[in-house]
């Protein structure tokens, strides 16, 4: 009983306590007077049939490698993620995978998750990580190809990026520059006009006309009938603006070239353009527009280009800049269909492209886009990237597209390859507008961290094939070597390891089974934790048990066990124990609460109990008052009677590696202990969580009377990383779902099982 907390219900306890004092003698029990106390104390009124108390589950997970041949990694699973700084991920077991070896176990984790966060670490700890659902209670995930998947594939590119042939060949061009019957062009006329004077014909269809001299002056068509091919081989330098319409075959031989420093040139209605490798065009503004088609095999220099319902042919080794090169003004594709092979720097893309890229596009500013396929091996490198409604980005094999500032995505599909893996590295997501959606096998950078939430719903949005890594981990290595790959992709090297925090269950206990409590579940609170301890075959060899005590809410001296169950003694060599505080632990033992242990087990117990303390007060404190620890606040909300918390280690060694722990919550039944009737541990009453409170240790006193009359009510829970009420604070007025979460039957119950996270923060200890 709790001194400090107890005066309401005095009279009420000492007025039915002989039904409980002699709770061991039949003809003293009064099983409906204490199933009437039981429910007018209980502070959940219709408790739901099925109701175990339970909030975690079991699952079986398989974690598979096909990566580097026989490098060993490391394997975590996170119940958040542990990429993500601004979070506090919790590790929730580990082991190791490689080529033919599959990391295989059995977890504990809380019933409140539906998915899991498996963590692939190399050699050189560096992380990339998956998120996967719990489906039927299965974890399962697979790093690198693997000929078999669970997780089905969509339709990807194949890499291949639509190639063409120019117009006409090197030598066709000479061929033609060297004919008789292709004439130089006239000075200060058009070229129609060229061409019925030199023809002596009203229509210049099919005539050719070439400059092989320098000039300086208007070049423009007027009214074309038919075809005009017209060849640039010298230095044609315009000072105002041009325009060829219908018709027009415009060449840039080799050693040609147009130069235009302040005025624009525009090309119309299905004429065509070619620049040959040797060609070159530096220009303000280029317009194409109607159906024009621009090939380009050389290198091509402009302040702007605007294109519109046309096609823009970049080929191997041509180069297009449009970032900067006079006044600053932005450069732009509007609304075309655009395909490179070469490289291509620009400052900005605007309108609703239709991008193909087969090498490297460097974008300094913002890139807008509708579509976008990169080819194996290429790249697209970005300052802002901003995808339209339902756009489609592909990415094949080795390709990189990266965005070194912000992502703006609205409902797009980004389709990574079903064989080998692309890289997709992003700075920062701005916005995620509608659904978006990443498919198949990309490594997906993220540098800022509260960008991940939007990054995860994408990837589940998709298949979740993909993999998420922090800068630089990913292990995707692509050469420098290829011009095309924008400088490539090497792994960062060493990164240093990060300690994982283990995720811990706190056991909550009431100290008056069998009679009613106040249920503020902190007259005793202890965390555990717990590690495998596996070899490099993934077989478990010992596991080890941290435990904290946190709390002492009672008045009375109560001792602590833990009893394995199902677990057959000769399974088990030995029984260790350490920690900063084992010896205040063990200093309570010598009492009457259990027996003396025997190779780490209580003696005269037919069940492997392991005793842990015999005094919850004497561990925290020396301290001979029976002082409510760690769980009194005032009005002012100051804390009071505030000791360290004590922490000891249980190691339990296996005689025979086991490949799936036989010691999981199930197995642990950690219970309460007091002794008021006789100073014997045979003689002591035992509290235990409520899956378990119908197999009390062969030393505690029999409770099937009582507990046939109890119901589903219980004086014990086990809740992860649980925020335990103050003294005298019902667990229903801090927490607000606590009582819908014990009335929804199971199929419903889903809805509240994270009720531990709805606090109210003023009635809680920590």
Not at 174 to 196: F, I, K
Not at 197 to 213: C, D, E, F, M, P
Not at 454 to 468: E, F, Q, T
Request: hydrophobic share 35%; with cysteine; glycine share 6%.
């Amino acid at each position: 009983m709790k001194t400090s907390t107890k005066k309401s219900l005095l009279i009420f306890v000492t007025s039915v306590a002989t039904l409980f004092i002699g709770c061991q003698e039949t003809d003293l029990f009064d099983a409906a007077h204490t199933k009437k106390m039981y429910e007018e104390t209980f502070p959940v009124k219709n408790v739901a049939e099925d109701m175990d108390w339970k909030t975690t589950s079991k699952a079986s997970a398989s974690i598979k490698v096909s990566e580097d041949y026989d490098v060993l990694y490391k394997i975590q699973v996170y119940d958040d993620n542990p990429l993500d700084s601004a979070i506090s991920a919790r590790l929730l077991t580990s082991g190791y995978a490689k080529t033919n070896l599959t990391f295989e176990t059995e977890i504990d984790y809380p019933t409140a998750l539906d998915t899991v966060y498996v963590c692939r670490i190399d050699p050189n700890y560096r992380k990339v990580v998956k998120m996967v659902p719990i489906t039927d209670g299965k974890i399962e995930a697979t790093f690198g190809e693997s000929s078999t998947t669970t997780v089905r594939s969509i339709a990807a590119t194949d890499g291949t990026i639509p190639t063409k042939n120019a117009l006409y060949t090197e030598t066709q061009i000479q061929s033609m520059l060297n004919s008789p019957d292709t004439y130089e062009y006239q000075a200060n006329t058009a070229l129609d006009q060229t061409g019925r004077t030199l023809y002596g014909n009203s229509s210049a269809n099919g005539r050719v006309i070439k400059l092989t001299r320098n000039y300086t002056g208007k070049i423009y068509s007027n009214g074309i009938s038919g075809k005009v091919t017209f060849i640039v081989a010298a230095k044609w330098t315009y000072n105002v603006d041009c325009s060829f319409n219908e018709g027009t075959e415009f060449i840039i031989a080799n050693g040609g070239e147009i130069i235009s420093p302040t005025n624009k040139i525009q090309f119309y209605d299905a004429s065509y353009l070619l620049v040959m490798p040797e060609g070159k065009i530096t220009a303000k503004q280029l317009n194409i527009s109607n159906g024009v088609d621009f090939f380009n095999r050389g290198t091509v220099k402009l302040e702007t280009l605007n294109n519109l319902a046309s096609t823009l042919y970049n080929a191997n080794d041509a180069s297009i800049s449009l970032s900067n090169v006079m006044d600053g003004k932005n450069s732009f594709f509007t609304n075309h269909t655009f395909i490179n092979h070469g490289t291509i720097t620009a400052k900005q893309v605007t309108g609703s492209p239709i991008i193909e890229n087969g090498c490297q596009l460097k974008v300094t500013s913002k890139l807008n886009i509708s579509y976008l396929s990169l080819g194996a091996t290429s790249s697209v490198i970005t300052y802002d990237l901003n995808t339209y409604s339902y756009s489609n980005i592909y990415l094949a094999e080795n390709s990189i597209l990266s965005v070194t500032r912000n992502a703006t995505f609205s409902s797009p599909s980004i389709i990574g390859p079903t064989t080998g893996y692309a890289l997709f590295k992003i700075n920062k997501i701005y916005s995620v507008s509608g659904v978006g959606r990443i498919y198949n096998n990309i490594y997906v950078e993220l540098n800022y961290s509260n960008n991940y939430s939007k990054l995860w719903k994408m990837i589940n949005y998709g298949n979740g094939r993909a993999s998420v890594a922090n800068f630089g981990e990913s292990p995707l290595y692509i050469p420098a070597d290829n011009h095309c790959s924008g400088g490539g992709n090497i792994p960062t090297g060493y990164v240093p390891p990060v300690i994982p925090k283990i995720i811990t269950y706190t056991y909550a206990f009431e100290d008056n089974f069998p009679k009613m409590g106040d249920y503020d579940f902190n007259d005793v609170l202890l965390d555990v934790s717990s590690d495998e301890i596996r070899n490099t075959d993934n077989n478990i060899t010992a596991i080890t048990l941290h435990l904290k005590l946190s709390a002492a809410g009672a008045s009375k001296t109560l001792g602590c066990g833990l009893r394995l169950v199902g677990i057959d003694k000769s399974e088990i060599t030995s029984v260790t124990f350490g920690g900063a505080n084992l010896t205040d632990f063990q200093n309570t033992l010598t009492g009457v609460m259990f027996y003396e242990a025997d190779n780490g087990f209580e003696s005269n117990n037919s069940d492997l109990v392991i005793p842990i303390f015999g005094d919850v007060h004497k561990v925290l404190s020396p301290n001979t008052e029976k002082k409510l620890y760690n769980t009194l606040i005032d009005v002012n909300l100051q804390k009071l009677y505030v000791v360290p918390s004590k922490t000891m280690d249980i190691t339990i060694n296996f005689s025979t590696p086991q490949t799936i722990s036989p010691i999981l919550k199930e197995n642990m039944d950690f219970f309460i202990a007091y002794n008021t009737i006789a100073k014997i541990p045979s003689k002591r009453t035992e509290t235990h969580l409520y899956e378990f409170r119908d197999l009390q240790s062969g030393v505690g006193l029999d409770m099937s009377q009582v507990l046939s009359v109890a119901g589903n009510y219980t004086w014990a829970i086990c809740v992860p990383e649980f925020r335990y009420p103050v003294e005298a604070t019902k667990v229903t007025d801090a927490y607000s779902l606590f009582a819908s979460w014990a009335q929804a039957l199971n199929d419903q119950r889903g809805e509240f099982e994270d009720w531990y996270k709805t606090v109210d923060t003023n009635k809680v200890y920590r």
